[in-house]
């Protein structure tokens, strides 16, 4: 068995092949394994998430029918286990994220599971770039260090070479030509879970810079709102709440503008707004009264006078409506390579219910190559663990 791309989905899927009695062989074009996904766990190692099965589906949007299948075969509990398996315990946080314990980093859960790999007898071959297919089962790979190129004839073949974010972690898209070759589709990426531009003026950037504002709602145009923390940044905003907005800012801008709409005080009843801004003296600032009213500190006064310069004449109603709707115009989203993840890939149309190419049987693809998103929050890293799973389940059926 041959798996090229040693991420998540394609070491998951390596492991439930050896599990299966087979010879596996894992190739990856980078010096190590498991690049972005160390990557991803700098800011804060998020494995999955404890969210009740039916919503959880939900996040994967379009795709939400085919992932209820595949987290029914590798759920978040069973995630969990494989990582207790390895010596790894998880617990589950307050916002439902399940992470590792204080003591474990996302090193120690890779060592574990290399260890376990060789323990499997699954071979890793580091500096193998994928160059592409030869004859009906071949694959061309080649040797980065001595650049000589070999070919494979396996059994069956695992992709899991992931999307096209963060290309120094080797998740560069450069597999796309050679699917194509072939004649598979594959629809073009698109960032997922970035941060969106805003064209703040010259004096916002010199003011604000990189301001948290806590507590916060966001909605597009006039889709539902979202909670959560976002960020003020030179180029716009970005956090949570920003990157699970990402598919429908996508859609808008599309078409024309998009919007974001950011709600100040997204607990406080209309009515009590607007009562404690009618309680404000003529001889009182604006900053001064919304910190001291509404507890409304720095940057809320400076984004509400770019959004509305001339804010501070507002009557209470006018200002109230502003509070909870600020307008942000979105120009654009930020560079495909400094997103999180991809929207994009290979459609589920041309794999068949084993995530089996229908163009190359005998080859099935696992992770951010197929075309599904999802937000952060753990529900990235379970797809790919859970599309790993389940192509190596494909493969084990088949071969028996």
């Given at each position: ?367 951010e190559m197929l075309d599904w998103e999802a937000p952060t929050g753990g529900y990235l890293l379970q797809g790919c663990f859970s599309t790993g799973a389940w192509a190596a389940r494909g493969i084990l059926v088949r071969l028996s």
């Amino acid at each position: 068995m041959a798996v090229i791309g040693g991420g998540p989905a394609g070491l998951l899927a390596a492991q439930r092949l050896a599990e299966g009695g087979l010879k596996v062989r894992v190739y990856e074009a980078q010096a190590t394994v498991g690049r972005k996904f160390l990557v991803a766990g700098h800011g804060g190692f998020n494995l999955s998430n404890a969210e009740d099965a039916e919503p959880f589906a939900g996040r994967y949007g379009a795709e939400e029918t085919r992932f209820r299948a595949l987290l029914t075969y590798f759920s978040p509990d069973d995630l969990r286990a494989w990582a207790a398996d390895l010596g790894i315990a998880t617990f589950v946080g307050t916002s439902g994220r399940i992470f590792p314990v204080a003591a474990h980093k996302p090193a120690d859960l890779l060592r574990a599971w290399l260890g376990r790999l060789r323990e499997l007898g699954v071979e890793i071959n580091t500096r193998r770039r994928w160059m592409g297919f030869d004859g009906a089962n071949g694959l061309r790979l080649r040797d980065e260090t001595s650049g000589q190129e070999t070919t494979l004839e396996p059994a069956a073949t695992v992709l899991a070479l992931g999307g096209a974010s963060w290309a120094k972690t080797g998740s560069d898209g450069a597999w796309v030509p050679l699917l194509r070759e072939i004649d598979v589709p594959v629809a073009p990426f698109a960032p997922a879970n970035c941060g969106a531009e805003v064209a703040w003026s010259e004096f916002f950037k010199q003011k604000v810079g990189r301001a948290p504002l806590k507590n916060i709602s966001l909605r597009v145009n006039d889709g539902p709102p979202l909670r959560g923390e976002a960020m003020l940044t030179e180029y716009g905003i970005e956090g949570t709440p920003v990157y699970a907005l990402t598919p429908q800012l996508r859609t808008a801008l599309a078409t024309g503008p998009a919007t974001l709409f950011l709600n100040t005080k997204p607990d406080l009843p209309p009515e009590t707004l607007l009562a404690r801004l009618r309680q404000r003296r003529n001889s009182a600032s604006l900053p001064d009264f919304l910190r001291k009213a509404l507890g409304l500190g720095a940057p809320v006064p400076t984004l509400l006078r770019e959004a509305a310069p001339a804010v501070a004449t507002y009557p209470p109603e006018a200002l109230a409506e502003l509070l909870a709707a600020v307008p942000l115009p979105v120009s654009g989203l930020r560079p495909l390579d400094e997103a999180i993840s991809t929207a994009g890939g290979i459609p589920f149309s041309e794999v068949d219910e084993h995530l089996q190419l229908r163009q190359r049987p005998g080859t099935y693809v696992a992770g951010e190559m197929l075309d599904w998103e999802a937000p952060t929050g753990g529900y990235l890293l379970q797809g790919c663990f859970s599309t790993g799973a389940w192509a190596a389940r494909g493969i084990l059926v088949r071969l028996s």
